[in-house]
């Protein structure tokens, strides 16, 4: 945001600066703003001609005498008001002995109207010294004669600056970084007004006292249908008005800060916009059918073709200023063509409002503009400024078109905004602030900020009056309570004036429920870290087409941004695993090619379209997955190295799943999904809360990925639901245990998961584990057959087993093998 120094001096008296003083006003007033929290990002000097014209005088010229050497070229001196004129060589036919005239002199940069800027030095023409140039109007940028040099009338003294003679004043603009939630400054009436509290300095406003209407024309009929979108409007009629070219203190007020003139209707409108903070429109009266406006939401299939020349296609959620018959403007946002001002018109209608921030904020983001109104209409503009913002722009398009102010400003504001009112403690307000000041001086800075303090209670609990109430004007929309108060005296108070403490300390501490899942989720995170995995974040978003490269997602089920970045972040994931295979993609493309890798997580789907009952439009719920791919111990010359297994991938699932449980939970086959070439699950309460296997080279060559890659994927969200906290004991066993080995013939298609459900099945009592330590396929066993060789561990917790006990259970386990699997046993 642009503010002009000499605009901003309008309303306020800048400080002035000392003559010893090394900074100048504009340093001065951009670091108090910057104090109270208007960043000032830049300061730059605004100048008419650029250059200002520094180092070119009035001079006159004393003598002038034909060049010796060169027919075309004189010899004069000049008088600049120096100790000695100055010789100049010039060649322009019109120079001659007593003239006033324009002389840049040594040094001086001049920027011509064409050509490449250039710098005056002290130089020798066909012989002759020359010192300085006596300057025709193109060569200071004054315009395209190039005729002969300018010759004044005028008696002001010898050296007086070309500025001054042509009335070029330079200004200074600030560069303000303006936070979202301080639409209140967007101006430089704002501005000033904080400069107000700073300095506690009164504030000047353009007086409207001269607003006289004379009731020429009827006034325009306003209704209102959309209240809530817009709680006031306003509308004055102007006639005899004369469109045309702006006078030039209002073209270079706007040109100061970046605005490009227009016409003198339009120019006032900009100019109390940036000035006061409010955001006009004039519209062509006689383009307005029935002399009547409607505020109202759009109607379905309704257009408008705005001032840009483009059609828009309006929806029931746009509002817009109509007539009787058709939409004139986008409210708050941009005009009608049809309804603009142009060069014949001669009566307008001024619209001067207060509409809803989030319905403008609507219309401008579903059309895709942002101007100036809708910047400070989103933001919240001032409900009480529109009679006032009216009136002063009525008297200025007098001033500048000539206009009659026919009617008086029709004002429509069915529901007053009241000011916020809400109890401030001085015990609460000094805590939050770290510095305890007098209470007049917290009043004070209140009230030079606009904010009345009402009341005071009349005993708080300390035995003395600690609260007061303040109201708060309704354009100021961030200050709604406590700690808003508390933010703006300290920006005023200065927050280098806050005493440091001498060790950091705090007088307050907000209670923090304990959140169990937290703990659990860092708990296993450690677990997982200390078995040599890393954790990884990863983006929510990811490209909806993945979707497609497995049966266990799908595009119906994706949940689409509606104003996507890029197409890669078009889709809430509906699983961990992509984005973490593209992390995965990443690091072997960086030569680390070695990974064990976690991510906890929330994944994102919609319905399933074809279930039976639906009980939400979308699904949301919390994963933890495991990635591992390359080597799982690296070589070293104690040892060669050893490649990822999917065994070794699911020690870490079955220490996580021991860990939610308490149990080892058996697993099961893995079937029904794509994205794995084979894998198991595991089961709790019937629920599957666990996939895990190899994924398909397909899958991770889609995914950039070419070596082998183990996932695992866990549904945290419902294991954290069944986790007891209560941490359950069992004595150790006081007997030992006795291993005994089998050697199995099994069909081929037996699974050991099949083996070891059927013995666990038999011997529920005294077998306590059974691992396979071997398993052999050879032409010797007979087609289709494979040998498990199996250990099996029995222990009582009542006494030693006997060997009877022993033989007895393992007879017991050989014929159920035999007879559910068909197990021949090999001696």
Not at 97 to 109: D, I
Not at 311 to 323: G, S, W
Not at 705 to 710: A, E, P
Request: aromatic fraction near 6%; glycine fraction near 8%; include cysteine.
């Amino acid at each position: 945001m642009k503010i002009s120094l000499k605009w901003l001096s309008d309303y306020i008296a800048l400080p002035q600066v000392p003559s010893d003083n090394a900074q100048t006003t504009a340093e001065i007033v951009a670091h108090q703003l910057t104090q109270a929290g208007l960043e000032v990002e830049g300061i730059e000097t605004v100048e008419q001609i650029k250059g200002g014209l520094k180092g070119v005088v009035v001079g006159q010229v004393l003598t002038c005498d034909r060049h010796p050497n060169a027919d075309k070229l004189s010899v004069t001196t000049v008088d600049v008001g120096g100790e000695v004129p100055l010789a100049i060589v010039c060649g322009a036919p019109n120079v001659a002995a007593g003239q006033k005239v324009l002389v840049a002199t040594e040094g001086a940069l001049l920027y011509p109207s064409e050509g490449e800027p250039f710098t005056i030095k002290k130089s020798k023409i066909r012989g002759e010294a020359s010192q300085g140039m006596i300057c025709a109007e193109d060569e200071l940028g004054l315009g395209a004669s190039h005729a002969g040099i300018m010759v004044l009338d005028t008696d002001l003294p010898n050296g007086t600056p070309a500025a001054t003679y042509l009335g070029l004043d330079s200004d200074t603009v600030l560069e303000i970084g303006l936070t979202p939630n301080r639409a209140d400054a967007a101006s430089h009436y704002g501005v000033a007004r904080d400069l107000k509290a700073i300095l506690n300095l009164p504030i000047t406003k353009p007086s409207a006292a001269k607003f006289i209407a004379d009731g020429s024309a009827l006034p325009v009929s306003v209704q209102i249908e959309a209240v809530e979108a817009c709680p006031r409007y306003t509308a004055t009629v102007l006639t005899n008005v004369k469109v045309g070219p702006s006078p030039k203190w209002l073209q270079q007020r706007l040109g100061a800060i970046g605005v490009n003139s227009i016409n003198n209707v339009v120019d006032v409108t900009n100019y109390v916009l940036h000035g006061l903070g409010q955001p006009l429109h004039a519209f062509d009266l006689s383009k307005v059918r029935g002399r009547a406006i409607n505020v109202r939401f759009a109607q379905e299939g309704e257009t408008l073709v705005t001032l840009d020349g483009t059609e828009r296609k309006l929806n029931v959620h746009n509002l817009v200023i109509a007539d009787e018959a058709h939409p004139l403007a986008i409210a708050g946002v941009f005009g009608g063509l049809a309804s603009g001002v142009t060069e014949s018109t001669t009566e307008i209608l001024l619209e001067s409002a207060y509409f809803s921030p989030a319905v403008v904020r609507k219309s401008a983001q579903v059309h895709g503009l942002k101007t100036d109104a809708s910047y400070l209409f989103e933001r919240g503009t001032d409900p009480n400024m529109p009679v006032y913002a009216a009136q002063v722009a009525a008297l200025l398009l007098q001033e500048v078109t000539g206009a009659t102010i026919a009617t008086e400003v029709n004002d429509v504001y069915p529901a007053p905004i009241p000011d916020t009112e809400f109890r401030v403690s001085y015990t609460k307000l000094f805590r939050l602030m770290g510095v305890t000041l007098e209470r007049e001086q917290v009043h004070q800075i209140l009230r030079n900020l606009d904010i009345l303090v009402q009341e005071d209670s009349e005993y708080g609990h300390l035995g003395f009056a600690d609260e007061f109430v303040v109201s708060v004007p309704a354009y100021r929309v961030d200050v709604t309570r406590l700690a808003d108060i508390a933010e703006e005296v300290l920006r005023i108070y200065g927050l280098d004036n806050i005493p440091l403490k001498p060790y950091p300390s705090a007088s307050y501490l907000a209670p923090q429920p304990i959140n169990e899942n937290d703990k659990l989720q860092f708990r296993t995170g450690a677990q997982l870290a200390a078995m040599g995995w890393q954790e990884m974040i990863n983006n929510s978003l990811g490209n909806p087409a993945l979707a497609e490269l497995t049966t266990t997602q799908g595009l119906v089920r994706n949940v689409l941004m509606l104003n996507a970045l890029s197409e890669d972040l078009a889709a809430m994931r509906q699983s961990l695993l992509f984005n973490g295979l593209a992390s995965v993609a990443h690091n072997i493309n960086r030569q680390q090619r070695n990974l064990q890798l976690f991510e906890f997580g929330k994944v994102y789907r919609l319905q399933d379209p074809e279930a039976e009952v639906v009980t939400k439009r979308y699904e949301e719920k919390w994963q933890l997955a495991l990635w591992s791919t390359g080597q799982a111990v690296p070589e070293t010359w104690q040892a060669a190295s050893q490649d990822q297994t999917y065994f070794l991938h699911r020690q870490a699932v079955q220490a996580v799943l021991f860990r939610l449980t308490g149990q080892t939970i058996v697993p099961q086959a893995l079937v029904g999904d794509d994205r794995f070439a084979y894998g198991q699950q595991w089961l709790f309460n019937k629920q599957v809360v666990c996939k895990a296997g190899m994924l398909t080279p397909k899958l991770a060559k889609a995914n950039g990925v070419k070596q082998t890659v183990f996932y695992a994927e866990i549904d945290w969200q419902y294991l954290i639901k069944k986790y007891k906290t209560g941490l359950q004991a069992q004595e150790v066993p006081k007997f030992p245990a006795v291993r005994r080995d089998l050697s199995l013939v099994l069909d081929r298609a037996v699974t050991y998961d099949q083996v070891r459900q059927v013995a666990l099945k038999t011997e529920r009592k005294l077998l306590t584990d059974l691992n396979v330590f071997s398993v052999y396929e050879g032409a010797n066993l007979g087609e289709g057959k494979k040998s498990y060789a199996i250990a099996f561990t029995l222990q009582s917790a009542e006494a030693t087993l006997t060997d009877q006990q022993i033989d007895g259970t393992m007879t017991k386990l050989m014929q159920a093998l035999g007879k559910e699997l068909g197990a021949e046993i090999r001696s």
